[in-house]
Each structure stands twice: as C-alpha cells, then as structure tokens.
C-alpha cells in the first residue's frame, strides 16, 4: 500500500512540475503567434461557417502548438439536455499543430495562417493568457451563436492582451446587415439547414450587425485582422506581418437537391387539390388537417419551448404566427363528431392570419423564409375552407 502510495505521489508530483515548468516558458525571438483561418466546406451545417483558432509556434522551444475554442465534448454531463437548453459547454483545448493540420489535410480544408506583427512582449502576454485559459478550471465557456464563439473569443484574447495598441477599420462591414443576413451567406448549399436557423432562431438575429459584431464570423475575424493596425511605440504597423495560404480545398459546391421551396409548393397544390375534390364530392378529408394543423400545432409548442425553456437566441420568434399551438386544440375540436361554434370563427381568424402575414411579411422584425410561403398560403385556404364548411354544417344543423 505504501508503495502505491508512493508511486501515485511521484507522478503527482511530475504532473504538477510540468504544468508549473509549461507556464513559465519563456518564448524565444524567434516565436511566431498565427491565426488560423479555415475555409468553410458543405459536408456538414456546423462547418458550413468556417472555423479558426490560434497557433504558437517557437522553434527554439520546440513549441508548435494549436489553441483552439471550437471544442465540445458529447460526453460531457447531460449534454443533449444542455443542447437542447442552450447551455451547451464548448471548451479551449489544445493539440500538437501537425496532428492539426494532418486532419485538416485529410478533411481537403482550405485554410490561411496570418502571423500577427507584434513584439515579444505582446507574444508573451497572449502565450500566458492562451496556457491559464487552457487550464481545465478555465477552460470551459458557454457557447452562443453569435456572440460567444470560438471566432468572438480569439478576438476578445486580443483585445484582453493587446488593449488599445490593435485598431480596427471596420470599412469592411456594411450597416444593413443583420446577424441572420450574414449566417445566410454561408448557407446557400444548405437550404435545410437554412431554414431550420430561420424557423427556430427568433427575432434576435435579425437586429443589425456592427462592424465589432461581425467577428463572430471566422472569415470576418480575418478580414478584420487583415484590415487592422498595431501601435508600436511611436510607429503604426499593419497588424498581420505575414500570411500563407496552407491548402486549397478540391471541393465542389453542392448543387440542387430537393429544396424545401419545393416541398411547400408541392403541399399547397396537394392541399388545393384535396380542397377542390373536398367541395366536388363533399369529402372532409381530415388526414391533411392532421398533417397541416398537427404539424405545425406541434412546431409551434417547440417554438414556445426555445423561447421561454432554452438560452438559445430564439425568443420574439415571429413564426408562431403560422407554427400556432392554438391549432393542435382547433384540431382536437375539429376531429370530434359534436363541433363548438366557436371553432368555424377560429380557423377564419387563423386563416385572415396568414393572408395578414404574407402581405406584411417585409414590415415584420424577423425575417419569414421565402420557402415557407406557399406553406403560409396552404394554412390560409384549407382554414377558410374548414371555416366555409363548418359554418354550412352548423346552419343545416
């Protein structure tokens, strides 16, 4: 047992001499601090934005190193309930940069390094700042869209270390972009994806971006830095020294596909064809009230979910005007043999809803996606047709 003991001890001891000795390195003049910039790529939604994070390089020190703030862990504690909640963990983690970059080859990633033009001192404050945010009690951060990322928190390291001495020109940012127009320039090869940002994220992204908040783009980060200067004593320097491009990815975009537009309008011919044969033969066909008002009574339960259940930025979401959890009690009342009155002047009012929302859809503060419009359209008839025969049924009654 002592012998355990003293076994456990010394690497104890080892571990702790380690981290000590890792803190107190002193870069060599010959230390490099370089931004990483990855290219976005289409094989998944997350990657579709780009990524970026930071590399120490100190040859003298044999210090080749990737900081990097993009890191989860699925095996973190309850970690679908913290997604689901917006709670999520990301963390700074920290590799070997050729294991980094063998990956990054591997996955055909474009990607650019930018020395930043900054004196030892400078390098030295960012290195430290870099290693105690590494440490597992400082490592852990709650990841937001838009405003806590691993694109915002490279820029607040500089910020932190470098102070006033970085000045941005932010000529590069245009003043009628919102924080949804620019997830939507990555998104054009992701129509899914983009609609689902559009339905579940609320009328929070659609606020303006500034120049400052356009960082939390990789690709914005590094035409900030690039555009950026560094105040050295008396002089003004470009704030990049030297920039390389590393790999230029063979990937193609990804073209057609079946998109959501055409999905919708595919329902709304669906739903004016069941309506016609509806009036025709006197057919209810209460399947596609189901599916229309089911759907999207239930949509709109977990819309009111992420909004008042979750952190995420999907509070003043707009889309509840169509996505209505009212629906799923119109439909429970619709499905009985005995109707209330009041359920003919719901699906009226529901219906005039719709009709209200496609003609003032510009003037709202969120942006509707365009492809939800035959959708909307589709609610609108099969709601004032159900209102139509509902009135007729109970007038005969």
Known sequence: MSLQRSFISFFLALFFWCETAHSQIRLSDQAEIIVLILDPTQVELYSAFG???????????????????????????????????????????????????????????????????????????????????????????????????????????????????????????????????????????????????????????????????????????EEALLAATLQTDSLTVPAIATSATMNVSSEQPLGGGFKPSHLFVIVFFVVG?????????????????????????LLGCFLLFLWFGTDHLSKYNYNLLWAMPLNLIGLFYLLKNSKPDWLSLYFQVFGGLQVLLIIFRELLPQVIHFALIPLVLALAIRSFYLAYSLKKENTSD
């Open 273 to 297: 064809l069941i309506i016609h044969r509806g009036l025709k033969y006197q057919v209810n066909y209460r399947f596609i009230d189901v599916i229309l008002f089911g759907v999207t009574g």
């Open 51 to 221: 990524h970026s994070a930071f590399r120490i390089s100190d040859p003298i020190n044999r210090i080749d190193m990737v900081f990097n703030y993009g890191i989860f862990d699925f095996d973190q504690p309850n970690f679908y309930l913290n997604f689901t909640k917006g709670k999520l963990y990301y963390k700074l983690g920290t590799g070997n940069y050729e294991a980094y970059k063998r990956y990054y080859l591997r996955e055909d990633r474009s990607w650019r390094e930018h020395a930043l033009n900054i004196g030892q001192e400078d390098k030295q404050a960012i290195f430290d700042f870099l290693i105690n945010n590494a440490k597992p009690e400082n490592a852990n951060y709650y990841y937001n869209y838009c405003y806590d990322n691993c694109a915002t928190r490279m820029r607040d390291v500089l910020d932190l270390t470098l102070g006033d001495k970085i000045k941005y020109d932010y000529t590069y940012a245009s003043d009628s972009m919102s924080f949804r127009d620019l997830m939507d320039k990555y998104l054009t090869y992701q129509p899914w994806g983009d609609l689902g940002i559009d339905i579940c994220l609320g009328s929070q992204i659609d606020q303006r971006a500034s120049g400052f908040d356009y960082q939390y783009m990789p690709l914005y980060l």
